[in-house]
């Protein structure tokens, strides 16, 4: 027979359990399918937003969105539309029902386990198919899943998983969904406005240094060159902010760091308000390159 078996709501950044259905299933295979799927939790951030796993007779899917992942184990012959589907409505209903903040801020594991009643009441329905023909619409995810089928999770993965393997999130560099960043915020497009005009004032303060050089031979070209890392920091952070890139929070704070020292050297040549300017400006934008995470993966939390 095939049904809905089991259901998880996790946190993709760390893999904190948010809420679980009840299960009393005590088939051997089934719990090791849940060991999968609770090593699965934790490295959601490593793979693309919707994927399966097939387990022998039981099957893992899963999707991820805004930082939250929903799993479920089927039977290996429930339909894969009707899984996804299931996770469609997991997933609508959660985003409805409990805010991004009060998400990110959970500490205890199954802190919303009150939505494990609406996993209960959806997984009754979807184990009685006949029911759900009026109620949700299977041709529009049949067609989406013809054209952005999952992902199917291998062996290999399925190792990498259980922690044999250090290597896995390389392998889907580039292909999966979570490495597009968030949308830009109104604070993001000032913070990155603000970064090009500091980078635009130290490219023109470098440019009348190298005059005042050709004129003066007793200028310090060290200011030159002052000027001009102030300037690649400021651009460089905006690139950051635009572009993911792998330890981009490192980079961001490197960056800043640049702009900090770059302004220490350059005190004679600048007022104080002047180079606290120059250093909120810096601030403010690695504040939101750290704040703008890929998609489906929230920052970490140390709970």
């Known amino acids: 027979m095939s049904m809905v078996l089991f259901a998880s709501v996790v946190r993709v950044g760390d893999g904190l359990p948010l809420s679980a259905s009840t299960d009393y ?40 969105a805004l930082g939250v ?12 539309v009707l899984a996804f589907c299931f996770l469609d409505e997991l997933q609508k209903e959660f985003i409805v029902t409990y805010d991004t903040k009060r998400i990110s801020s959970a500490v205890r594991p199954y802190s919303f386990i ?3 009643t609406f996993i209960q009441k959806t997984k009754q329905r979807y184990n009685s198919p006949r029911s759900l023909s009026t109620r949700i619409n299977l041709a529009d995810m049949q067609t989406e899943i013809k054209l952005r089928p999952p992902y199917q ?26 490495q597009m960043l968030e949308p830009v915020t109104l604070p993001g497009i000032v913070s990155c406005v603000l970064s090009v005009l500091c980078g635009g004032l130290n490219l023109l303060r470098g440019v009348h ?13 060290n200011y030159v060159i002052a000027f001009f890392l102030g300037t690649a920091a400021c651009l460089y952070q905006c690139y950051l902010f635009a572009y993911f890139s792998i330890w981009r929070d490192s980079k961001s704070f ?25 250093v909120s400006v810096g601030a403010f934008m690695t504040l939101q390159i750290r704040l703008r995470q890929p998609l489906g993966k929230a920052p970490d939390y140390n709970v």
């Open 153 to 178: 999770l291998s062996h290999e993965d399925l190792r990498a998983i259980n922690g044999f393997s250090m290597h896995t999130s390389s392998k889907y560099k580039g292909i999966a969904p979570t």
């Open 114 to 116: 009150e939505f494990d």
């Open 209 to 221: 240094a190298i005059e005042s050089i050709l004129q003066n031979d007793d200028e310090d070209f």
């Open 25 to 64: 299933e005590q088939d051997k295979e089934l719990q090791e399918t849940k060991k999968n799927l609770k090593g699965l939790s934790k490295k959601l951030g490593q793979f693309p937003d919707r994927c399966t796993l097939k387990t022998g007779p039981y099957n893992v899917n899963f999707t991820s």
């Open 69 to 80: 992942g929903y799993l479920m184990v089927c039977t290996a012959n429930y339909p894969n």
């Open 254 to 278: 490197l960056a800043f760091a640049l702009i900090c020292l770059s302004n220490m050297y350059l005190y004679e040549l600048r007022n104080m308000w002047q180079i606290l300017f120059h």
